[in-house]
């Protein structure tokens, strides 16, 4: 395959393209599934904490790396 026909993705974006929650038209834009199915519905799952708190205590929580 022609390097000119692949495209580069990050790693976020390219899983999101794997799942087939985005895509891109033939002319490059980018579509976007809006409604998510049932069964990804867990990945976005927060335990009833905003967003940014649970991703925070999934690192603390990991070990990866501690609080400052």
């Known amino acids: 395959m ?11 974006v390219h899983r999101l393209f794997d799942m087939h929650l985005i895509s891109l038209t033939d ?3 980018i579509l976007v599934l809006h409604k998510v199915p049932s069964e990804l519905k867990t990945l976005f799952e927060t335990d ?14 990991s070990g990866v790396c501690g609080e400052a």
């Open 2 to 12: 022609s390097s000119r026909t692949n495209i580069a993705l990050s790693g976020a």
């Open 27 to 29: 002319d490059y834009r």
């Open 48 to 61: 009833g904490l905003d967003p940014l708190a649970w991703e925070r205590e999934a690192v603390v929580a």
